[in-house]
């Protein structure tokens, strides 16, 4: 009879097509009991059984006599760090976007939490002078390097000291000769973060002899005194009360007096901060029956899912607050998506004002120790909502409730790095695995998610007027064409600037939009036409008045203005086009008393910098907040009467089918950030194609009329909602290599679903085409685009995942790059 043993299924932490798959390691009999689903285990891997982190899928047996596996080497964890839901959810991601096991597990888990292995060089023996002959000089210089190092230092360290090829070679030789001993270890980027503590050691009936024995050391003695009144204490506030140093202390630990200790510390990011009550305002008819009807799913435990579609300013947070009750009511958990981290801030007071600090927040502006220590938060189940950005989806919540998404219409919700997920789709897969409640709100909701509504599998839930009975604002739309013709060449139209003229007068608020940073977007040669381009990528470069460069926002390369034509050393270099930093100066030459604030990615690089911004403009110590789409939606400013669309085209003529909607989204969305307060909003938007028709349903606050538009387009040209995409995208340094292979790749899908029986048409597979922007970094672009008009999604998904990842090697050189993006937010 076969002796059965245990067997773990891994997936190695290696980014390689070639390891995407479970690997069979042998678990030793010593750790048996030690080893369950959802840990990391280290393993051998490979030829030369390098040691890599791996995260166990399943345990299971086998009584195989024949199999000869590796073993399992040490578990890293005490407790899982997945659950079966995110292994399950894993499995899913990767059917879904056809990407690597890796990759969704990345998604998962903290960023720098991954465990890398160090090898520690220790020399063991003292004699090796005598035992490396002269003639031995690079293992001689290695043995001398180590000693001078302490006697033992890092292969990584070593190899900066000694700057050998071979270096591993020696190591062998000098492991041979017991002269050094290598020991393993395994780190992570983040620790938890420690501050050191101090407490007394002296019990009560000693105490009177202990301050005698002290009578000489008067600080010493006051120490003492200090920290038997405060108890357990810091080491740095200690020394502070006492106004001594650390040679007091360590004196007193040398007596027996004291003790020190490593006590965790969590990296708060909102420390210092104190956030005031948010009032429950009574809410009206409309926002009654939403939290009633979402509410009863909560009650009785169906994982319904929602659309609220509810006009700006129509009270969506508090309904969203009120049903966050509702969930905690049941001792459940809540994670709560917002588009932008500009309005986390503003998110997070007011769920902190309502429901106290056991809330988690995660975004791209953490720190990795930060976000690592909210991570670890909420898996220890220490709090009841997060609240973020995109990735908080993945939160590990373990009685999760309910899941909110607002402004669920935003880009910024699907990922532009592999996996290419959509947090809807997370949370729509989230909500049926765990039971949970998904509500989904904007006030100008995806063609999607609309259309999905519209046909049954949401709920779709319609506010028509807004929470406080304010009206929504006036939209002034402005032909530019004819501010034009009548000589007024600006910028701002007339209109526009008395408005703001106006708005400064009445000490009102007014909110300026441009989607385009920068301060002039092209520079050309009046002379030759010349167009100054990024040197690397085929775009234009952008000026910025700050530091009075030109810079690519693609690749980042910056360059001094030239003062003369490159092509034809002519003087008339001639700056075009406006971004958010030239409106700057022009609002300051128009109204010099304004108090002037700019919002993009230029001026909220810095930590913290969204909430400096709107905390100012909050305080109304700010008149005209100019920005981009940052500024665009879920801000709320009473004081606000204005806004300025500067220019509503930009977006519109992109060549992207989504142009027409984004124009909609981003005028209606930044429209309704006027007339939230007592007082009437009043927007005005200067655009050169007032006829167009998300112009004319922007202006009428008619999303309806613009769905159904809009909808006629996308069923004519075969988009969504009424298909699936999928964009391939290929890139390399070789113009021709990359051409050759993507036609290569079209050419076998055609192929592969002409010999599946399904005729291939022009509307089902665009391309291959130089993307928009053909070259970035260096690299040239180009892509195919994918569609299931009349053949299976699932047949498409199954000969791109043939060709680009079971027999990637064969088809897309090693020089080449390739993503697969399924149903793609953007195509550029």
């Known amino acids: 009879m076969n002796k059965e043993f245990k067997i773990v299924q891994v997936i190695v932490n290696n980014n390689s097509y070639q390891t995407d798959k479970l690997f069979d390691y042998e678990i030793p009999t010593h750790l048996y009991n030690k080893i369950t689903r959802g840990m990391r285990v280290m393993v051998p891997f490979g030829r030369g059984n390098q040691r890599l982190e791996a995260y166990v899928f399943n345990v299971t047996t086998s009584s195989a006599k024949d199999m000869k596996l590796k073993k399992v080497l040490a578990v890293i964890d005490e407790q899982p760090i997945l659950s079966e839901h995110q292994l399950r959810l894993a499995f899913w991601m990767k059917n879904q976007y056809l990407c690597k096991y890796i990759e969704a597990i990345h998604c998962l888990i903290p960023k720098g939490m991954i465990n890398k292995e160090r090898k520690l060089i220790i020399l063991v023996n003292n004699q090796w002078d005598t035992l490396i002959s002269p003639s031995q000089r690079k293992l001689k210089n290695i043995l001398t390097t180590i000693n001078d190092l302490g006697g033992k230092v890092y292969l990584d360290l070593l190899m900066q000291h000694v700057d050998y090829k071979e270096i591993n070679d020696a190591i062998k030789t000098l492991l041979e000769k017991n002269i050094i001993d290598i020991k393993y270890e395994f780190n992570s980027k983040i ?55 650390m040679t007091t202390l360590n004196s007193l630990k040398d007596k027996g007096y004291i003790g020190f200790m490593d006590v965790e510390v969590k990296r708060d990011p909102f420390a210092n901060k104190s956030f005031s009550a948010f009032p429950k305002p009574v809410p009206n008819k409309e926002q009654q029956m939403a939290i009633d009807r979402i509410g009863n799913s909560i009650k009785n435990n169906i994982n319904d899912r929602y659309l609220i579609h509810g006009i700006t300013g129509s009270g969506k947070t508090e309904i969203y607050l009120q049903l966050i009750e509702k969930v905690l009511e049941k001792g459940k958990q809540g994670i709560v998506l917002v588009p932008e981290i500009s309005l986390t801030p503003q998110t997070v007071s007011r769920f902190m004002g309502r429901f106290g600090d056991r809330i988690a927040v995660l975004h791209s502006s953490l720190s990795d120790g930060e976000r690592y220590d909210e991570w670890r938060r909420i898996a220890m189940n220490e709090v009841d909502i997060v609240i973020g950005a995109r990735s908080a989806i993945f939160a590990p919540l373990k009685n999760l409730g309910i899941i909110i998404i607002d402004e669920e219409h935003e880009h910024t919700y699907k990922s532009d790095q592999t996996p290419r997920y959509m947090a809807t789709d997370i949370a729509e897969y989230r909500s049926q695995l765990e039971n949970t409640v998904l509500v989904l709100g904007s006030a100008t909701p995806s063609m999607e998610t609309y259309h999905k509504a519209l046909n049954g599998k949401l709920d779709l839930i319609t506010l028509t007027k807004r929470a406080t009975d304010a009206k929504l604002p006036h939209i002034e739309v402005v ?67 700050t530091d009075e460069r030109l810079k690519c926002h693609y690749c980042g390369q910056m360059k001094h203005v030239p003062a003369v034509c490159p092509s034809c050393n002519s003087d008339s270099v001639k700056y075009s086009g406006t971004g958010t930093q030239k409106i700057e100066d022009l609002v300051k030459h128009y109204l010099p008393t304004a108090r002037i604030m700019r919002m993009d990615m230029d001026t909220t690089s810095r930590k913290g910098s969204h909430e400096k911004i709107l905390e100012s403009f909050k305080n109304q110590e700010v008149d005209i907040l100019i920005g981009t789409q940052m500024i665009s939606k879920g801000l709320d400013f ?17 060549p992207d089918f989504r142009a027409a909607e984004r124009t909609f989204q981003l005028v209606t969305q930044v429209a309704g950030r006027a007339g939230r307060g007592l007082e009437e909003g009043r927007v005005i938007l200067q655009t050169y194609e007032p006829n167009h028709y998300s112009i004319i349903a922007s202006r009428n606050h008619d999303y309806e009329k613009f769905f159904q538009d809009e909808l006629i387009i996308r069923k004519e040209f075969y988009y969504p909602p009424f298909t699936n995409l999928i964009l391939l995208n290929f890139s390399g340094k070789d113009e021709k290599t990359v051409d050759y292979a993507a036609n290569s790749v079209a050419n076998h899908i055609k192929y592969i679903l002409n010999s599946q029986g399904y005729n291939t048409f022009d509307y089902n597979i665009l391309g291959p085409n130089p993307s928009m922007i053909s070259k970035i970094k260096e690299n040239y672009r180009y892509q195919i685009l994918l569609k299931d008009v009349e053949v299976p999604f699932g047949l498409l998904k199954k000969a791109v995942k043939y060709l680009l990842i079971d027999n990637r090697n064969k088809y897309i050189p090693q020089n080449l790059t390739c993503s697969i993006d399924i149903n793609p937010f953007t195509i550029i």
Request: aromatic share 6%; glycine share 4%; charged share 20%.
């Open 191 to 245: 620790n938890i973060k420690t501050e050191r503590y101090v407490y007394i050691n002296v019990k009560d009936n000693r105490w009177n002899e202990v301050l005698a024995s002290l009578k000489n050391a008067k600080k010493q003695k006051v120490s003492l005194e200090i920290l038997k009144q405060q108890g357990e204490c810091s080491v740095k506030e200690l020394l502070y009360m006492a106004n001594t140093g």
């Open 479 to 545: 032909n530019m064409t004819e501010e034009l013709e009548l000589g007024n060449t600006a910028v701002f139209s007339s209109q526009l600037i008395a408005a703001m003229e106006e708005n400064l007068k009445n000490q009102k608020q007014t909110i300026l939009f441009l989607n385009r940073r920068g301060h002039s977007s092209v520079i050309s040669c009046k002379s030759c036409g010349y167009v100054l381009k990024c040197e690397h990528c085929d775009i234009t470069m952008t000026f910025h008045r």
């Open 638 to 654: 009473p004081n606000v009467t204005l806004v300025g669309i500067i220019s509503a085209d930009s977006a519109l003529n992109l």
